[in-house]
């Protein structure tokens, strides 16, 4: 080996060697210069994606944390760790659905600009189509007679025959175009449609969960004040704080048709629901309660009535025609008997057709319309799992009040700034649709008013 070759090799080593010795400092400043931090909205996706990666794991140590705190006897050292743990949990988690809405934000554009996009397309090809067809309608004018007397010759004929075949293929392409172009364009706005909702939903929660963190800081701030360390005070405010909770947890909502459901599972189902779509359980129980509710009991005027019992009205029934399709349908799917289930009868003073089904009282096209492909089913499908959705079931028909109540509270956002307004407003529109104006002030702030108090005892229970 020449000497030159030898200095070479020498110096690659030593460069292999420096580069094995000093690579674990080099990965270690790596992986710590991005951490589960504030969310810069111009940060690059990537940056993004690993602060998203870093939030996970700082939420799953938090939860592990939680695990052994709630295994240690309760004391009030531990509580007091266990309320700091759940918060910090809490925090982290609200970071993590920073980035996804940050994210969920940038999708929404890129929506938006692609519809753009396609409309420019489609502008074009309505352009180029009005052309055609006038092209298409000169060629046509030309009567047989005008052609036996026009001083052109048969090839002349022949060749205006070629352009007026090429003329419709190509107007028969721009149409197909322009079919695709518009099957396209519906998909990106039902996509757009769906990130809105998710982006809405997120936000929704973030403001859940940041109260959340704020009540148990002050619940943490309240034991020290009140016990001032001792253990013996803590241990009396615990026994006298239990007696309230276990009143609330075995609160019972009567639901006809579905035996009776403590407050403490009937907030378990909605729970599902508040993490998917971002509607604050107090105000869907709040609904289900004045919505199916007697004597403030959830389902017990579910219905006394069936779809086809004779009624005094156009349609001859308790149910109006329009709804019987949608009905029939549904029930055939999950497996029920029409005429033994039980529907809401109407009320006079609301209308001359009743027919609501379940504990959340929908209507059949407003659940599923199959002739429209429109409704609540799919949706709750997708949050529940549950296939074929049912308004009869609980889990579906509370999610399902959840995602009806977040598309009412989207308009509503736009009228009334005030929490309270708002949801008097949904309310009153799940209760009347288009005529909830009327409703607001009645039938919408009896929910509103109640979502307060439900709201109290759900502090308590998470409080624990």
């Not at 352009?163 to 175009?177: D, M």
């Not at 403590?262 to 998917?276: I, M, N, T």
């Not at 009412?408 to 949801?423: D, M, P, V």
């Not at 409703?439 to 109290?456: L, P, S, T």
Request: contains cysteine; aromatic residues 8%.
């Amino acid at each position: 080996m020449s000497l030159k070759k030898y200095l070479n090799f020498k110096l690659f080593s030593l460069l292999a060697l420096l580069f094995i010795a000093f690579s674990p400092f080099i990965s270690f400043a790596e992986d710590t210069s991005i951490s589960c931090d504030v969310v810069n909205e111009n940060e690059r996706p990537e940056v993004l994606d690993k602060k998203f990666l870093k939030c996970q794991e700082e939420i799953m140590r938090q939860q592990q944390l939680i695990q052994e705190k709630e295994k240690e006897a309760a004391s009030l050292q531990r509580d007091l760790k266990l309320i700091t743990a759940k918060v910090n949990k809490t925090k982290t988690e609200i970071k993590a659905r920073d980035i996804s809405i940050v994210n969920i934000e940038r999708d929404i554009d890129k929506k938006n600009q692609n519809i753009e996009e396609i409309n420019d397309r489609m502008g074009d090809i309505r352009t180029s189509t009005a052309e055609l067809i006038r092209e298409t309608a000169d060629l046509e004018s030309i009567t047989l007679p005008e052609i036996i007397l026009d001083s052109r010759n048969i090839s002349e004929f022949f060749m205006d025959l070629h352009s007026f075949e090429s003329v419709e293929a190509s107007l028969r392409e721009t149409l197909n175009n322009y079919k695709e172009l518009s099957k396209k364009e519906e998909s990106a706005k039902r996509e757009l449609n769906e990130k809105k909702n998710k982006e809405r939903g997120l936000k929704s929660l973030q403001e859940i969960e940041k109260r959340k963190t704020e009540l148990a800081e002050a619940e943490k701030a309240r034991i020290l004040k009140e016990t001032k360390g001792e253990e013996i005070k803590y241990k009396s405010i615990l026994a006298e704080k239990q007696i309230v909770i276990n009143k609330i947890k075995n609160m019972m909502l009567k639901l006809t048709g579905g035996g009776e459901l403590k407050f403490v599972e009937a907030l378990r189902l909605v729970r599902v629901a508040e993490q998917a779509v971002g509607i604050r359980a107090a105000f869907v129980l709040s609904i289900l309660t004045q919505e199916s509710g007697m004597d403030g009991a959830i389902g017990a005027n579910l219905g006394r009535c069936f779809y086809n019992t004779p009624w005094k009205n156009k349609s001859g029934t308790v149910m109006s025609s329009t709804q019987k399709p949608s009905y029939l349908a549904l029930l055939s799917e999950i497996g029920k008997n029409p005429n033994t289930t039980p529907v809401s009868c109407p009320i006079s003073k609301d209308g001359d057709y009743g027919g609501a089904m379940g504990p959340s009282q929908f209507m059949p096209k407003t659940w599923w319309d199959p002739v429209s492909g429109t409704g609540y089913k799919k949706r709750t499908e997708k949050v529940t799992g549950n296939v074929p959705a049912s308004p009869f079931n609980n889990l579906d028909a509370f999610t399902a009040t959840a995602l009806y109540l977040s598309d009412a509270l989207e308009g509503c956002e736009k009228i009334y700034s005030s929490k309270y307004s708002r949801e008097s407003c949904a309310a009153a529109k799940y209760y009347a649709g288009s005529n909830w104006k009327k409703h607001m002030n009645g039938y919408g702030a009896r929910v509103a008013n109640r979502a307060i108090e439900f709201q109290k005892d759900i502090d308590v229970l998470d409080s624990q």
